[in-house]
């Protein structure tokens, strides 16, 4: 196989997959519009940050505090990062370790300093240290966290 055929640079997996849909699809036309329906989602994930994609439920903070968020209408860290800290406690149900938590996660689970990077800079290095960058950060405004 020729390493110039477009599909050679899929990975095994990836053709495996591929495959499996090319096989349960009764035609040309429905794989066709799975394909564009799929680019679709693709494209639209895309353009949203990285902290509009990052749901509340994946902070490592207790439970109730992530079902005080879904009950003000806050999925996602970019929602929660929409709100200025100063009226997290207006939130319906927050109380002081409620604010504690919630505000440390949207400190800490930022995504805001590597959206910044440029793609250039994205090199692994350049990511682990602005990681660790801000992590050193939140620790010194969260020092009880």
């Known amino acids: 196989m020729s390493k110039e ?3 050679y640079t899929f990975t095994i997996p990836e053709l495996k997959v591929f495959r499996q849909e090319v ?3 009764k035609s040309k036309q429905e794989l066709l519009m799975l394909i564009d329906e799929t680019i679709c989602q693709k494209e639209y994930v895309a353009t949203q940050s990285l902290n509009a994609r990052f749901p509340v439920d994946w902070f490592n903070i ?4 992530i079902e005080l968020l879904h009950r003000n209408g806050i999925d996602n860290l970019q929602q929660l990062r929409e709100i200025p800290e100063e009226n997290l406690y207006q939130l319906t149900g ?4 409620g604010y504690s938590q919630i505000s440390w ?3 800490f689970f930022d995504m805001t300093p590597l959206e910044s990077l440029t793609p250039e800079q994205r090199t692994r290095k350049n990511i682990v ?4 960058k801000h992590a050193n950060e939140c620790s010194k405004k969260h ?3």
Request: proline share 4%; hydrophobic share 30%; no cysteine.
């Open 143 to 145: 020092p009880n966290i």
């Open 5 to 7: 055929n477009k599909l």
């Open 23 to 25: 096989k349960s699809v």
């Open 94 to 97: 927050m109380t002081k370790g």
């Open 129 to 132: 240290k602005e990681i660790v």
């Open 62 to 65: 207790d439970r109730d505090y």
């Open 105 to 107: 996660a949207r400190d």
